[in-house]
């Protein structure tokens, strides 16, 4: 069976209605992160700060899928039909492709999560430490590892036989299956299991010992974001988390759920819309959080009232 036969329509669902939504999402999403990476490199100073480094990875994350991924992704949902690639083989390749980048992407992404769990634990409770280690090479370094890591184990399984993968169309166009790859399932669940694991320890170590030293923070803290005036247990990285699972969590749970019971395609086509808000929930969590991002929107959002208000009282006085 070819490529196009294995076509199978949407069903019920409404694909240019999806498309736009996820069109909007990606918009806004697009703005936003563009935004905050924009104020990052402006503000040099924070540069040198580890949290500022895991942040900006997680951004560029979010901007990767958003241009290279989500573009052509909304396109062929549009569009109810796989239409890049002028020939079969074409067409896998561009299937398998665009599924890589979104592979690796949302783990990379879960990845950073848990960097940014190991360093506010590290910052939270033995502050002197993190000061002394936690230096913005040294955390350039570790996220460049993790980057390499996130690619490796999603461009391993490209490199198998073609005929290892199906491809199947339901609430979305273009699923590339993996058949019989035992080895690579086992990687891939033992990666997220090792990653949530991190999280789930570091999370409850740093919530058990935070009261005891958060008083202490002041000495060495600056202007972290762990430390900022919002420093609060939940704070930036439980925001982030809550944000995160409401993205991934439904996702999760039909999966789960089909492996016993049907799940009509609209739930899977809501889960897809509800993850890809996660591309505006995090530049937003990150604004409202780190102090070099809030300042400047403040300091922005001041300038354009001074220039408005100059503005008007040219209008009303002018010049004779």
């Known amino acids: 069976m070819s490529f196009n036969d294995s076509f199978i329509a949407m069903g019920t669902i409404n694909g240019p209605a999806v498309a736009t939504?996820?069109?909007i999402e990606g918009l806004i999403g697009f703005i936003a992160n563009i935004i905050v990476l924009g104020i990052t490199i402006y503000r040099k100073k924070s540069w040198k700060q580890s949290s500022t480094i895991i942040f900006t990875s997680i951004i560029l994350a979010h901007l990767i899928m958003?241009?290279?991924f989500l573009p052509l992704f909304v396109i062929a949902i549009g569009a109810e039909e796989w239409i890049f690639g002028s020939d079969d083989m074409q067409k896998r390749q561009m299937c398998l492709f665009l599924n890589f980048v979104e592979w690796t992407m949302k783990l990379l992404i879960q990845i950073m999560i848990a960097e940014v769990s190991f360093d506010r634990f590290l910052f939270l409770y033995k502050p002197h430490h993190h000061k002394k280690y936690m230096r913005w090479w040294v955390t350039l370094t570790l996220t460049t590892v993790l980057w390499i890591v996130a690619i490796i184990l999603n461009v391993l399984p490209l490199f198998?036989?073609?005929?290892?993968?199906?491809?199947i169309f339901t609430y979305?166009?273009?699923i590339p299956r993996r058949q019989v790859s035992s080895y690579y399932f086992l990687v891939d669940l033992a990666s997220y299991i090792l990653i949530y694991v991190f999280i789930f320890i570091t999370s409850v170590w740093t919530l058990c010992f935070t009261y005891r030293f958060i008083h202490n923070l002041s000495e060495v803290a600056g202007e972290s974001v762990y430390a900022s005036k919002k420093k609060r247990l939940f704070g930036i990285f439980g925001s982030m988390l809550l944000a995160y699972?409401?993205?991934?969590?439904?996702?999760?749970i039909a999966i789960i759920i089909r492996s016993f019971y049907g799940v009509p395609i609209e739930v899977f086509a809501t889960t897809e819309v509800t993850f890809q808000m996660t591309h505006i929930a995090t530049p937003l969590i990150q604004s409202y959080f780190r102090p070099e991002i809030t300042n400047t929107l403040i300091s922005f959002k001041a300038f354009l009232r001074q220039k408005i208000h100059s503005a008007r009282y040219d209008v009303r006085n002018p010049e004779i």
Not at 160 to 167: G, H, I, K, L, R
Not at 245 to 252: L, Q
Request: charged share 15%; glycine share 4%; hydrophobic share 50%.
């Open 21 to 23: 939504v996820l069109a």
């Open 66 to 68: 958003i241009i290279m």
């Open 160 to 167: 198998v036989d073609d005929n290892d993968f199906s491809y």
């Open 172 to 174: 979305r166009p273009c």
């Open 245 to 252: 699972f409401i993205g991934f969590a439904p996702f999760t």
